[in-house]
């Protein structure tokens, strides 16, 4: 079975809820604090872009360290095995995934002996995929839907309005279905012309 969010433009109002629930949810779990979804605003509409959770995941494909696996009917990421390459995020078509810098535990900021110069200062941000500062390693991030907390994805809970919510194949069916009997009774008589134009020809 294959989950993934969904979210309603029609009800986001861009309070930001959802990454800032998102944000706390990993830091309580010692994983990467930037959020695992972006919300996009243009001067109607605003929407929380996040990850797909593709069935056949171009990241996974990709990852040279096999550290983007399917678990629990979505794509997991292995923040201990990422080796900062970026592919996965160049192969994701939606630009779910994004980077977030990790710095090894035990080492105090801008520590040096009299012996070693000093870190140059990081340069000026640019973007995710090009940023870089001493010290510290880019780690992947992306859409885990919360696996860890048996409640559900954090944004799909917070949200004020109801606009994210977790999919599975059932849900996907019910709406097929629903598609299919809206077709139906849509034109009624358009289809029954075609019937009986079907049996002119028989």
Partial sequence: MNLFVIADSARCI????????????????GLQT????????NHQ??????????????CAQVCPVNAI????????????????CKLCGIACPFGAITYSGSQPQGITPGCHTPLAAAAPPPPASISPFLDWSP???AVAVK????????????CVRTCPTGALKLIDNQDVERASQRKRQLAVTAF???LSLLTALSGEKK
């Fill in 135 to 137: 010290g510290v390693r």
């Fill in 69 to 84: 696996n399917r678990s629990n009917g979505a794509i997991q990421l292995n923040e201990s095995l990422c080796v900062s």
């Fill in 188 to 190: 009624p008589d358009d």
């Fill in 34 to 41: 930037q959020p695992r979804l972006s919300v996009t605003l």
């Fill in 143 to 154: 859409c885990d839907l919360c696996h860890f907390d048996e409640q559900g994805p954090a």
């Fill in 45 to 58: 509409y605003s929407a929380p872009q996040l990850c797909h959770q593709c069935e056949d995941a171009p």
């Fill in 14 to 29: 861009g309070c930001h809820t959802c990454e800032a629930a998102c944000s706390e949810q990993h830091r309580q779990q």
